[in-house]
T-cell receptor, first 116, second 118 residues
């Protein structure tokens, strides 16, 4: 079985400050890890993914994520937050040994609030 | 390129009724997945369709069923609606090929269909 934990329901950060949204995972085989963002009344938008290679992955809108195999973590980061980054962020995982489709297992989401 | 479109955007049903939700895939995509997102939760995988056949299913009962058409569009059908079926239903498309790491394919999501069961 595969699972994702996002330990913080909400993260508050001031505009211009760095932000981190935490994610840990459990999966069989090598992990494929994803971050998606959801704005109100919208579907999920892809931010970035880790498949293999460099542990630091760069994605859309200045976001990046660091894969840490020993800690089974994939935290989302941004050096300088914007008010427009305020949204609901989901971490998701799929194991390389998982058969039968593109089943992604999502965390429960972290609400990011960036304030002026 | 067009994205994933879903219809209807909102609908209200009563317990015991049946509902059909529709999804048009992004151009060039051949695989469709459906997810249920309950309020305050992350999306839960319902099933996936590839080559017009179900190819993977989550922990959902048989009253959740689907179809994929030759143009890669898809339907999600739910029979005997229950109150707990109230949720946002998300359709996602992707391109499945013969290359390795196909499980790493990025899913493109639609905006969803919000179902309320009274």
């Amino acid at each position: 079985a595969q699972s994702v934990a996002q330990p913080e329901d909400q993260v508050n950060v001031a505009e211009g400050n760095p932000l981190t949204v935490k994610c840990t995972y459990s999966v069989s085989g090598n992990p494929y890890l994803f971050w998606y963002v959801q704005y109100p009344n919208r579907g999920l938008q892809f931010l970035l993914k880790y498949i293999t290679g460099d542990n630091l992955v760069k994605g859309s809108y200045g976001f990046e994520a660091e894969f840490n195999k020993s800690q089974t973590s994939f935290h989302l980061k941004k050096p300088s937050a914007l008010v427009s980054d305020s949204a609901l962020y989901f971490c998701a995982v799929r194991g390389s040994h998982t058969g039968g489709g593109n089943k992604l297992t999502f965390g429960t989401g972290t609400q990011l609030k960036v304030e002026l | 390129e067009t994205g994933v479109t879903q219809s209807p955007t909102h609908l209200i049903k009563t317990r015991g009724q049946q509902v059909t939700l529709r999804c048009s895939s992004q151009s060039g995509h051949n695989t469709v997945s459906w997810y249920q997102q309950a309020l305050g939760q992350g999306p839960q995988f319902i099933f996936q369709y590839y080559r017009e056949e179900e190819n993977g299913r989550g922990n959902f009962p048989p009253r959740f069923s689907g179809l994929q058409f030759p143009n890669y569009s898809s339907e999600l059908n739910v029979n005997a609606l229950e109150l707990d079926d109230s949720a946002l239903y998300l359709c996602a498309s992707s391109k499945t090929g013969l290359a390795p790491l196909s499980g790493a394919n990025v899913l493109t999501f639609g905006a969803g269909s919000r179902l309320t069961v009274l």
